[in-house]
């Protein structure tokens, strides 16, 4: 099968989170498939100051390799050419409706212009959700040389971010009034991109299967529920893969020592670096939490802030990584200086200590208020490191409750929002610490779990193969 990737970040040219992970890693799992795979990304100032060997295509287009085989293809203008991929810190760029249209609209030209013909053209989020709509549109300006047009298909990576734009822009997109309609763009009267994408993708799926339930609801469909509801037959949950490359304490280059399943005594070495790292005291029976992540309410972070002096009472540690609200980055400040022994947090992109807080840490903190799939718990399963997890999402697909189960859970989790159920979690996560023996036997069957993207890209080809026919039966 032929598969081109659309996106508006992977790893490792752009990233703002996990979609640029699930960009970056499932290109390559499709090509080991034995699938021949494109992936297409705007050329932002970031990716031209990368130390990549380019080739240029035309005057609009380069491209580079993924790892042996996946040809990337980038998309240049000089509205890419920003410090940021979305906004900065005055908000989001006010030209990202031009931006993404165009995006959108060169990638379509591109695949004649190489020789590349998909059969599936996979789009992710609202940056590439027109081009479900442009396909429908006009799809037949594209693909001149073949009788037959690829299936698209849409992920959804996030409903909170739809790609919300005045209807006065609806000439940026290139397409006619007659598609800002009920049945198309319009939404409140605004120009809604995602909703376009889901109304008009051959199929569509979310990170997970919770999540894709979740989102149908009112409570967690960001206003589009409705829409979603209408697609229920073409739409599912693939829970993302992990990087065991990257993300694996076996290699890890970045952490203190390396350990497996087999020396987990070595991981107690990282915990006492991370601990010396931090400023603690160095103590291998303090119970050390960390968390990495974007400081945002969607990650439950005035939870974490809210226990802080409760966990501190009771002798934990927490290691903080992450950029975000400002008002949460001063409060963590104000705690790290409040008790510099029990508290430290960095507010800068360092991914070596997001490795070490991996690796040195007895447990995960992610109270997500909502998760469409997360990849912190996944990645801290390998390292030994125990999930404390609010029950949404993907968190509710991946993460099973010790305490309701002590012989196959994986982590501790609480039903509840709110401080005094996260509260809950992370003292019986201790207690739990407290005894060694059933306390390694969790570290050994957390790090036996195994949540590869090869099962997630095989999931992926029999979602294709899916929109293909109901792209056949669609045209007739």
Same mark, same amino acid.
């Given at each position: 099968?032929?598969?081109?990737?659309?996106?508006?970040?992977?790893?490792?040219?752009?990233?703002?989170?996990?979609?640029?992970?699930?960009?970056?890693?499932?290109?390559?799992?499709?090509?080991?498939?034995?699938?021949?795979?494109?992936?297409?990304?705007?050329?932002? =100032?970031?990716? $031209?100051?990368?130390?990549? !060997?380019?080739?240029? #295509?035309?005057?609009?287009?380069? /491209?580079?390799?993924? +790892?042996?085989?996946?040809?990337?293809?980038?998309?240049?203008?000089?509205?890419?050419?920003?410090?940021?991929?979305?906004?900065?810190?005055?908000?989001?760029?006010?030209?990202?409706?031009?931006?993404?249209?165009?995006?959108?609209?060169?990638?379509?030209?591109?695949?004649?212009?190489?020789?590349?013909?998909?059969?599936?053209?996979?789009?992710?989020?609202?940056?590439?959700?027109?081009?479900?709509?442009?396909?429908?549109?006009?799809?037949? =300006?594209?693909? $001149?040389?073949?009788?037959? !047009?690829?299936?698209? #298909?849409?992920?959804?990576?996030? /409903?909170?971010?739809? +790609?919300?734009?005045?209807?006065?822009?609806?000439?940026?997109?290139?397409?006619?009034?007659?598609?800002?309609?009920?049945?198309?763009?319009?939404?409140?009267?605004?120009?809604?991109?995602?909703?376009?994408?889901?109304?008009?993708?051959?199929?569509?799926?979310?990170?997970?299967?919770?999540?894709?339930?979740?989102?149908?609801?009112?409570?967690?469909?960001?206003?589009?529920?409705?829409?979603?509801?209408?697609?229920?037959?073409?739409?599912?949950?693939?829970?993302?893969?992990?990087?065991?490359?990257?993300?694996?304490?076996?290699?890890?280059?970045?952490?203190?020592?390396?350990?497996?399943?087999?020396?987990?005594?070595?991981?107690?070495?990282?915990?006492?670096?991370?601990?010396?790292?931090?400023?603690?005291?160095?103590?291998?029976?303090?119970?050390?939490?960390?968390?990495?992540?974007?400081?945002?309410?969607?990650?439950?972070?005035?939870?974490?802030?809210?226990?802080?002096?409760?966990?501190?009472?009771?002798?934990?540690?927490?290691?903080?990584?992450?950029?975000?609200?400002?008002?949460?980055?001063?409060?963590?400040?104000?705690?790290?200086?409040?008790?510099?022994?029990?508290?430290?947090?960095?507010?800068?992109?360092?991914?070596?200590?997001?490795?070490?807080?991996?690796?040195?840490?007895?447990?995960?903190?992610?109270?997500?208020?909502?998760?469409?799939?997360?990849?912190?718990?996944?990645?801290?399963?390998?390292?030994?490191?125990?999930?404390?997890?609010?029950?949404?999402?993907?968190?509710?697909?991946?993460?099973?409750?010790?305490?309701?189960?002590?012989?196959?859970?994986?982590?501790?989790?609480?039903?509840?929002?709110?401080?005094?159920?996260?509260?809950?979690?992370?003292?019986?996560?201790?207690?739990?610490?407290?005894?060694?023996?059933?306390?390694?036997?969790?570290?050994?069957?957390?790090?036996?779990?195994?949540?590869?993207?090869?099962?997630?890209?095989?999931?992926?080809?029999?979602?294709?193969?899916?929109?293909?026919?109901?792209?056949?039966?669609?045209?007739?």
């Amino acid at each position: 099968m032929k598969i081109a990737l659309c996106a508006s970040e992977a790893v490792p040219f752009a990233k703002t989170g996990g979609l640029a992970d699930v960009c970056g890693a499932l290109p390559q799992e499709l090509d080991a498939l034995g699938h021949e795979v494109v992936l297409i990304l705007p050329k932002y =100032q970031s990716v $031209k100051g990368a130390s990549l !060997l380019f080739k240029a #295509v035309n005057n609009d287009v380069d /491209m580079t390799l993924l +790892g042996e085989n996946v040809r990337v293809f980038f998309v240049k203008h000089d509205m890419f050419l920003r410090a940021g991929l979305y906004g900065d810190a005055f908000g989001d760029y006010p030209d990202n409706l031009k931006r993404f249209s165009y995006f959108c609209l060169k990638s379509l030209e591109l695949f004649e212009k190489i020789g590349f013909i998909p059969d599936v053209l996979h789009c992710h989020d609202w940056q590439t959700a027109l081009l479900p709509l442009y396909m429908k549109d006009r799809g037949r =300006q594209f693909f $001149k040389k073949t009788a037959k !047009l690829p299936a698209t #298909v849409l992920t959804i990576h996030n /409903m909170a971010y739809q +790609g919300i734009f005045p209807k006065e822009k609806m000439p940026e997109t290139d397409l006619g009034w007659e598609h800002f309609t009920m049945s198309g763009l319009e939404y409140y009267d605004k120009i809604n991109l995602l909703k376009g994408g889901i109304l008009h993708a051959d199929d569509l799926n979310t990170v997970s299967l919770t999540y894709s339930r979740e989102v149908q609801t009112q409570d967690f469909g960001c206003g589009l529920e409705g829409v979603l509801a209408q697609r229920k037959d073409h739409f599912s949950g693939i829970v993302n893969g992990v990087d065991y490359k990257t993300w694996n304490p076996q290699g890890d280059p970045m952490i203190f020592k390396n350990y497996t399943i087999n020396t987990l005594r070595d991981k107690k070495i990282n915990k006492l670096k991370l601990q010396g790292v931090c400023g603690f005291p160095q103590d291998e029976n303090v119970f050390l939490l960390g968390f990495v992540g974007r400081l945002v309410e969607q990650k439950g972070v005035e939870l974490i802030l809210s226990i802080i002096p409760e966990c501190v009472k009771t002798g934990m540690q927490i290691v903080l990584l992450g950029i975000g609200d400002p008002k949460y980055e001063a409060a963590a400040f104000q705690y790290a200086r409040q008790y510099p022994h029990n508290i430290y947090f960095s507010s800068r992109f360092d991914d070596r200590l997001a490795h070490q807080i991996y690796a040195g840490s007895d447990a995960f903190l992610m109270p997500s208020r909502f998760e469409p799939c997360g990849i912190g718990q996944l990645i801290s399963f390998k390292y030994g490191t125990i999930p404390v997890v609010y029950k949404t999402g993907g968190l509710a697909d991946t993460v099973a409750d010790v305490q309701a189960d002590p012989q196959k859970g994986s982590g501790f989790v609480f039903e509840r929002f709110g401080q005094k159920e996260f509260l809950a979690a992370v003292t019986a996560a201790q207690r739990f610490f407290g005894r060694q023996a059933p306390w390694q036997d969790l570290m050994k069957r957390v790090m036996r779990l195994n949540f590869s993207w090869k099962e997630s890209a095989r999931k992926y080809v029999a979602l294709y193969e899916k929109a293909q026919r109901h792209a056949r039966e669609a045209r007739g």
